[in-house]
Protein backbone atom coordinates (compact mmCIF):
# COMPACT_ATOMS: atom_id res chain seq x y z
CA UNK A 1 0.00 0.00 0.00
CA UNK A 2 1.62 3.26 -1.08
CA UNK A 3 1.49 6.00 1.88
CA UNK A 4 -1.58 8.41 2.31
CA UNK A 5 -2.28 11.86 4.02
CA UNK A 6 -6.03 11.82 5.57
CA UNK A 7 -7.88 15.27 6.78
CA UNK A 8 -9.68 15.14 10.44
CA UNK A 9 -12.11 13.75 8.91
CA UNK A 10 -9.96 10.06 9.09
CA UNK A 11 -8.81 11.02 12.66
CA UNK A 12 -11.61 9.25 14.41
CA UNK A 13 -12.02 5.92 16.29
CA UNK A 14 -14.53 4.48 13.85
CA UNK A 15 -12.92 5.14 10.60
CA UNK A 16 -9.82 3.72 12.27
CA UNK A 17 -11.61 0.30 13.03
CA UNK A 18 -13.01 0.17 9.83
CA UNK A 19 -9.98 0.71 7.76
CA UNK A 20 -7.50 -1.13 9.65
CA UNK A 21 -10.26 -4.32 9.56
CA UNK A 22 -10.13 -4.04 5.60
CA UNK A 23 -6.17 -3.65 5.44
CA UNK A 24 -4.62 -4.50 8.59
CA UNK A 25 -3.37 -2.67 11.60
CA UNK A 26 -0.03 -2.83 10.59
CA UNK A 27 -0.63 -1.59 7.22
CA UNK A 28 -2.84 1.09 8.44
CA UNK A 29 -0.29 2.64 11.05
CA UNK A 30 2.79 2.54 8.71
CA UNK A 31 1.39 4.62 5.56
CA UNK A 32 -1.24 6.75 7.34
CA UNK A 33 -0.26 10.58 8.18
CA UNK A 34 -2.96 13.06 9.00
CA UNK A 35 -3.68 16.38 9.27
CA UNK A 36 -6.00 17.47 12.28
CA UNK A 37 -6.33 20.89 13.62
CA UNK A 38 -4.34 22.40 16.36
CA UNK A 39 -5.77 23.06 20.02
CA UNK A 40 -3.70 22.30 23.55
CA UNK A 41 -7.18 20.63 25.22
CA UNK A 42 -7.05 22.95 28.12
CA UNK A 43 -9.04 25.30 29.71
CA UNK A 44 -12.46 26.48 30.97
CA UNK A 45 -14.56 25.35 27.75
CA UNK A 46 -12.55 22.29 27.12
CA UNK A 47 -13.19 21.39 30.90
CA UNK A 48 -17.37 22.30 29.73
CA UNK A 49 -17.09 19.94 26.37
CA UNK A 50 -15.51 17.20 28.77
CA UNK A 51 -18.49 17.22 31.14
CA UNK A 52 -20.77 17.43 27.90
CA UNK A 53 -19.07 14.19 26.07
CA UNK A 54 -18.85 12.47 29.19
CA UNK A 55 -22.56 12.63 29.82
CA UNK A 56 -23.07 11.80 26.11
CA UNK A 57 -21.44 8.47 27.04
CA UNK A 58 -24.67 7.12 28.14
CA UNK A 59 -26.15 7.42 24.47
CA UNK A 60 -22.88 7.27 22.62
CA UNK A 61 -20.44 4.69 24.56
CA UNK A 62 -17.73 5.62 22.28
CA UNK A 63 -18.18 9.38 23.17
CA UNK A 64 -15.37 9.77 25.55
CA UNK A 65 -13.09 8.57 22.48
CA UNK A 66 -13.45 12.08 21.40
CA UNK A 67 -12.13 13.89 24.17
CA UNK A 68 -8.62 15.23 22.52
CA UNK A 69 -9.65 15.46 18.81
CA UNK A 70 -9.38 18.68 17.10
CA UNK A 71 -12.15 18.30 14.73
CA UNK A 72 -14.63 17.47 17.35
CA UNK A 73 -13.51 20.68 19.08
CA UNK A 74 -13.85 22.56 15.84
CA UNK A 75 -17.48 21.00 15.33
CA UNK A 76 -18.51 21.33 19.09
CA UNK A 77 -16.87 24.93 18.80
CA UNK A 78 -18.83 26.21 15.69
CA UNK A 79 -22.32 25.06 16.81
CA UNK A 80 -21.87 26.78 20.29
CA UNK A 81 -20.88 30.15 17.86
CA UNK A 82 -23.65 29.09 15.75
CA UNK A 83 -26.45 29.39 18.91
CA UNK A 84 -24.80 32.56 19.92
CA UNK A 85 -24.61 33.98 16.80
CA UNK A 86 -28.57 33.13 16.39
CA UNK A 87 -29.38 34.75 19.98
CA UNK A 88 -27.30 38.11 19.00
CA UNK A 89 -29.47 38.49 15.90
CA UNK A 90 -32.09 37.25 16.96
CA UNK A 91 -32.97 34.82 13.83
CA UNK A 92 -32.83 31.64 12.22
CA UNK A 93 -32.29 32.48 9.36
CA UNK A 94 -28.56 32.13 8.23
CA UNK A 95 -28.38 35.22 5.70
CA UNK A 96 -28.88 37.21 9.03
CA UNK A 97 -27.13 35.25 11.68
CA UNK A 98 -23.94 34.02 8.99
CA UNK A 99 -21.56 37.08 9.62
CA UNK A 100 -22.24 37.10 13.11
CA UNK A 101 -20.68 33.75 13.88
CA UNK A 102 -17.41 35.64 12.63
CA UNK A 103 -17.54 38.74 15.03
CA UNK A 104 -18.01 36.28 17.85
CA UNK A 105 -15.42 34.12 16.47
CA UNK A 106 -13.24 37.53 15.90
CA UNK A 107 -14.59 39.70 18.43
CA UNK A 108 -14.60 43.16 17.99
CA UNK A 109 -13.01 46.20 19.93
CA UNK A 110 -14.20 45.84 23.66
CA UNK A 111 -16.02 42.22 23.25
CA UNK A 112 -15.90 40.04 26.56
CA UNK A 113 -14.48 36.64 26.28
CA UNK A 114 -17.04 34.21 26.99
CA UNK A 115 -16.03 30.50 26.89
CA UNK A 116 -19.23 28.76 26.91
CA UNK A 117 -23.03 28.71 25.91
CA UNK A 118 -24.34 29.82 28.86
CA UNK A 119 -21.59 32.54 29.60
CA UNK A 120 -22.36 33.87 25.99
CA UNK A 121 -26.06 33.96 26.16
CA UNK A 122 -25.36 36.03 29.52
CA UNK A 123 -23.14 38.40 28.31
CA UNK A 124 -25.83 39.09 25.18
CA UNK A 125 -28.27 39.72 27.62
CA UNK A 126 -26.12 42.02 29.44
CA UNK A 127 -25.83 43.90 25.88
CA UNK A 128 -22.11 43.08 25.91
CA UNK A 129 -20.25 42.15 22.37
CA UNK A 130 -18.42 38.94 23.00
CA UNK A 131 -15.66 36.92 21.87
CA UNK A 132 -15.81 33.13 21.76
CA UNK A 133 -13.21 31.20 23.43
CA UNK A 134 -13.93 28.06 23.23
CA UNK A 135 -13.01 24.03 23.63
CA UNK A 136 -10.47 24.36 21.03
CA UNK A 137 -9.31 27.84 21.80
CA UNK A 138 -9.96 31.10 19.79
CA UNK A 139 -11.01 31.07 16.42
CA UNK A 140 -9.58 34.30 13.67
CA UNK A 141 -11.39 33.53 10.67
CA UNK A 142 -9.96 35.78 7.78
CA UNK A 143 -11.42 37.14 4.54
CA UNK A 144 -11.63 33.91 2.82
CA UNK A 145 -13.79 32.38 6.49
CA UNK A 146 -10.92 30.16 7.12
CA UNK A 147 -9.88 29.71 10.72
CA UNK A 148 -6.90 30.24 11.10
CA UNK A 149 -6.03 27.85 14.53
CA UNK A 150 -2.99 26.31 13.48
CA UNK A 151 -2.66 22.34 12.86
CA UNK A 152 -1.22 19.46 13.89
CA UNK A 153 0.32 16.62 11.67
CA UNK A 154 -0.54 13.15 13.56
CA UNK A 155 -0.69 9.08 12.61
CA UNK A 156 -2.25 6.28 14.61
CA UNK A 157 -0.92 4.22 17.04
CA UNK A 158 -1.91 0.46 17.03
CA UNK A 159 -4.64 1.10 19.54
CA UNK A 160 -5.97 3.62 17.02
CA UNK A 161 -4.79 6.71 19.33
CA UNK A 162 -4.22 9.89 17.32
CA UNK A 163 -0.27 10.64 18.06
CA UNK A 164 1.00 14.32 17.05
CA UNK A 165 4.64 14.42 15.28
CA UNK A 166 4.33 17.67 14.07
CA UNK A 167 2.59 21.03 14.53
CA UNK A 168 1.83 24.06 12.24
CA UNK A 169 1.52 27.74 14.75
CA UNK A 170 -1.55 29.72 13.76
CA UNK A 171 1.02 32.23 12.14
CA UNK A 172 2.28 29.55 9.57
CA UNK A 173 -0.87 28.68 8.76
CA UNK A 174 -1.65 32.43 7.91
CA UNK A 175 1.22 32.44 5.85
CA UNK A 176 0.22 29.72 4.46
CA UNK A 177 -3.35 31.16 3.61
CA UNK A 178 -1.99 34.28 3.03
CA UNK A 179 -0.21 32.77 -0.17
CA UNK A 180 -3.06 30.86 -1.61
CA UNK A 181 -2.08 27.59 -0.08
CA UNK A 182 -5.15 27.02 2.32
Do not use: C
Request: glycine share 10%; aromatic share 10%.
Amino acid sequence: MIPFIGTSATIDPTWFQQVSQAVGVSTLVSNYGGVDLGYDFSGPAYSEFITNLNAAASQFSDAPKYKQRGSTLHLYDGIIMTALAMVATNSKDPTVYNPKIKEIANGTSGATDVHTYKEGIDALKAGKSIRFVGAGGQNNFDQYNNSQSGYILVRYDAQGNEVKVGQLTPEQTKKLSDAGGI
